[in-house]
């Protein structure tokens, strides 16, 4: 299980660093055209797409900390690990469904083989959260009598 904890903690990682990477090419190389097609003020719904991208984006990130480094989060309450690892098996998942449902709107190509990685490595990510929420992710220690 040890070595499912260090891929699953390297698939974290490497999701964040990708939506991190991706966001700051977009922001330096691509050219904002929408204050000459829209006159009308921002919505709110860009300050709240930044907001919840930067939860997401914490919460794998400290996942993917508490699954590299158990030892020095082993005194973090098992209720806030449980939900930590439970909203990360439901992010994962979410993004299985949707590589699935590109998959299945493509032609087949090179592309479904990359799919096909991601689905496999997230796959790994929520096996481990969920084998973290039912407490079966890290070693056991045993009461002495």
Known sequence: MKHLRTVAAGVLFLQVAYVAIAEILFAVFLVDTSEID?????????????AAEVAVLGVLLFAASVLALPKKFERLARPVKRTLFAI?????????????MNIARQAFGPDEMLNVVMIILCGAAAYASVAEVLGRGGPTVRAER
């Open 88 to 100: 990360v098996a439901l992010l994962e998942a979410a993004i299985i469904v949707g590589v699935l």
């Open 38 to 50: 829209h006159t009308d003020p921002p919505a709110a719904g860009g300050a709240f797409r930044i």
